[in-house]
């Protein structure tokens, strides 16, 4: 069964550095998202993607955060400048045309120190 | 923005019982949709509810979408060590919007 991947699993980062996490959307998938899971707490969305821009962004997707889909394959999610607070899990999911239903990848823990 | 209250938080049972948890939100979802998410893994879907007053199946679990659109249940029956994990339901206004999140219910089953 086809499936969202993700890379790294893991990502520790020094905070002022930059971080690009990885998405393999599923491949006939139109929609792609990503969202952050602080730990203990809930699932959080910041942004989503359609027809190589941006569709809708959360109030958490600043300036600091951009997206991207560098080939057919691909969506990137960029964070500029780390902060200790952007230390979460980074979940990518997609969606597909026929059914409302977004698949979500394993997730990027992202470790700021 | 919006916001889902979901309960409990956590509940403990026995392996056997059934699970009933639920979410209620001040603003209308045109979707609900639940996941349940192990540890260190990503959000899996377990229903999709589309309309207002659906109930929907899946084997042992059984999801309301609530008639006022502000509200969505979902029940576990027989449950099995397996079913151990954080369950969250989640709400959506538009077909291809972002998804808004309950905070979760933390599912443990005693032996």
């Known amino acids: 069964e086809p499936e969202v991947t993700q890379t790294p699993s893991h990502q520790v980062t020094q905070m002022g550095q930059e971080v690009i996490l990885r998405c393999v959307p599923i491949?006939?998938?139109?929609?792609f998202y990503w969202y952050r899971q602080i730990l203990g707490q809930k699932v959080e969305f910041l942004v989503s993607?359609?027809?190589?821009?941006?569709?809708?962004k959360s109030e958490i997707f600043d300036d600091q955060f951009s997206v991207e889909r560098p080939d057919g394959s691909n969506f990137t999610l960029k964070i500029r400048s780390t902060k200790l607070e952007d230390s979460a899990m980074y979940f990518c999911?997609?969606?597909?045309?026929?059914?409302?239903?977004?698949?979500f990848g394993p997730g990027t823990r992202l470790t700021v120190l | 923005g919006q916001q889902l209250n979901q309960s409990p938080q956590s509940m403990f049972i026995q392996e056997g019982e059934d699970v009933s948890m639920n979410c209620t939100s001040s603003?209308?979802?045109?979707?609900w949709l639940w996941y349940k998410q192990d540890p260190g893994e990503g959000p899996v879907l377990l229903i999709a509810?589309?309309?207002?007053?659906e109930l929907t199946s899946n084997g042992r679990l059984t999801a309301q979408f609530g008639i006022t659109r502000k509200d969505s249940f979902l029940n576990i029956s027989a449950s099995i060590p397996s079913d151990v994990g954080i369950y969250f339901c989640?709400?959506?206004?538009?077909?291809?919007?972002?998804?808004?999140f309950g905070k979760g219910t933390h599912l443990i089953i005693q032996p």
């Open positions: 993607f359609y027809n190589n821009e941006i569709s809708e």
């Open positions: 999911a997609s969606l597909p045309l026929t059914v409302n239903e977004q698949f």
């Open positions: 509810l589309y309309k207002a007053g």
């Open positions: 491949s006939n998938h139109l929609y």
């Open positions: 603003s209308i979802f045109n979707t």
């Open positions: 989640a709400g959506q206004t538009g077909g291809a919007d972002g998804l808004t």
